[in-house]
Antibody, heavy 123, light 107 residues
Framework: QVQLVESGGGVVRPGRSLRLSCAAT????????MHWVRQAPGKGLEWVAI????????FYADSVKGRFTISRDNSKTALYLQMSNLRAEDTAVYYC????????????????WGQGTTVTVSS | DIQMTQSPSSLSASLGDRVTITCRAS??????LAWFQQKPGKAPKSLIYAASSLQSGVPSRFSGSRSGTDFTLTISSLQPEDFATYYCQQYNSYPITFGQGTRLEIK
């Protein structure tokens, strides 16, 4: 079955970096755009970024642009989120999600989500 | 950015009730609207995409509709497992944006 498993979360000090990973199984990873979405404690969902199926197109939320980088390795069926210059307001559960399309131009919507990994930014 | 205004923010209902949650987009988004269900401590689950298409495996008591920039999620007969928080999401343009959520509670 389709499965997404995030890892790499933890506690990190403000200004430091962290890389999240998302391992994908059960579908043709190289045919799907992929997203990162986050949820701060007690808050709603916030979209973070999308990457197209072959990695050439990327879009980011303004809140993370210039600090976060989304990437993928189709040979490993893995999605990544490199987070740098972390701030307290980046504290959240981070989810990866599969797009129903290739991730070019516009999304076709998210159909499968991982269980999330928690990032805490605190001194 | 497209703003998604979801209402109500919370709702109390009984088993078997029919409930409706509404989401209004600040500008046209065609049919690029999804609905998600989230239970405490769990990941969101996709229910509906393209405003009215049910995801595979989602019970038929869930339905979605569109009227212009107004979108509606309807649960025809509430079941115990339906008490959760529901989010709408527009994916017509970037940044993708979510409504603020509707918490559905047992009356």
């Amino acid at each position: 079955q389709v499965q997404l498993v995030e890892s790499g979360g933890g506690v990190v000090r403000p200004g430091r970096s962290l890389r999240l990973s998302c391992a994908a199984t059960g579908f043709t990873f190289s045919n799907s755009g992929m997203h990162w979405v986050r949820q701060a404690p007690g808050k709603g969902l916030e979209w973070v970024a999308i990457i197209s199926h072959e990695g050439s197109n990327k879009f980011y939320a303004d809140s993370v642009k210039g600090r976060f980088t989304i990437s993928r390795d189709n040979s490993k069926t893995a999605l990544y989120l490199q987070m740098s210059n972390l701030r307290a307001e980046d504290t959240a559960v981070y989810y990866c999600a599969k797009d129903q399309g290739y991730g070019y131009g516009s999304s076709l919507g998210m159909d499968v989500w991982g269980q999330g990994t928690t990032v805490t930014v605190s001194s | 950015d497209i703003q998604m205004t979801q209402s109500p923010s919370s709702l109390s209902a009984s088993l078997g009730d029919r409930v409706t949650i509404t989401c209004r987009a600040s500008q046209g988004i065609r049919n690029s609207l999804a609905w998600f269900q989230q239970k405490p401590g769990k990941a969101p689950k996709s229910l509906i995409y393209a405003a009215s298409s049910l995801q595979s495996g989602v019970p038929s008591r869930f339905s979605g509709s569109r009227s212009g920039t107004d979108f509606t999620l309807t649960i025809s007969s509430l079941q115990p497992e339906d008490f959760a928080t529901y989010y709408c999401q527009q994916y017509n343009s970037y940044p993708i944006t979510f409504g603020q959520g509707t918490r559905l509670e047992i009356k």
